[in-house]
């Protein structure tokens, strides 16, 4: 079955450090997202990404953020300057032509800011 | 504000019980309507899309009244493996863009 496949599973940074997280999405999608889910509350939607560019984001995805699919396979999302707050984990999400036609979502990067 | 609402719970039940779980969205314009499934700190899993009256899929029965704007899930016979939380999932926009709203899930413990 395909994947979407999240790298690093779990990353430490300290505060004021830039992060990257990276997605493979599933190959033949074509709408992207990134979600992240603080400890012990809900799924937030962060931002979605369709033909090179953003098509929406929610109030969390402020200029600390930004989102780049540098080549044809990865899509990855940025932290310019991470915050104790922005601590959580990170799930990518991808999925098919009619938008929830196989939305898949990736295992999650861990991130922790100390 | 869009909002998707659900019982946090937990509901504990035994091995066998039929168990069902609300949730209340507040977009109107919402055409589909999706149940996840998300066991501890791992990522969402689709179990189940709802885009008329509801679906069905053996044990699992998903309901949805346009009117009330509630959806339900019923497991019935449930198994130790169900423990997990479930999550109601909502499109924002309508489903114009693909972003998704989710409710903060009930949490589900089968005991033996």
């Known amino acids: 079955e395909p994947e979407v496949t999240q790298t690093p599973s779990h990353q430490v940074t300290q505060m004021g450090q830039e992060v990257i997280l990276r997605c493979v999405p599933i190959?033949?999608?074509?709408?992207f997202y990134w979600y992240r889910q603080i400890l012990g509350q809900k799924v937030e939607f962060l931002v979605s990404?369709?033909?090179?560019?953003?098509?929406?984001k929610s109030e969390i995805f402020d200029d600390q953020f930004s989102v780049e699919r540098p080549d044809g396979s990865n899509f990855t999302l940025k932290i310019r300057s991470t915050k104790l707050e922005d601590s959580a984990m990170y799930f990518c999400?991808?999925?098919?032509?009619?938008?929830?036609?196989?939305?898949?979502f990736g295992s999650g990067t861990r991130l922790t800011v100390v | 504000r869009k909002e998707v609402e659900q019982d946090p719970g937990p509901f504990n039940v035994p091995e066998g019980a039929t168990v069902a779980f609300n949730c209340t969205y507040s977009n109107s314009a919402s055409q589909s309507f999706f149940w996840y499934r998300q066991d501890c700190r791992k990522e969402p899993k689709l179990l189940m899309s709802v885009y008329s009256s509801g679906n069905e899929d053996g044990r699992f029965t998903a309901q949805l009244n346009r009117a009330s704007q509630y959806i339900s899930l019923l497991i019935r016979d449930s198994k130790l493996s169900d423990s997990a939380t479930y999550l109601c999932v909502v499109p924002d926009s309508g489903g114009s863009q693909g972003n998704l709203i989710f409710g903060k899930g009930t949490k589900l413990s089968v005991k033996p």
């Open positions: 990404f369709y033909n090179n560019e953003i098509s929406e």
């Open positions: 190959s033949n999608h074509l709408y």
């Open positions: 999400a991808s999925s098919g032509l009619d938008r929830f036609y196989g939305y898949t």
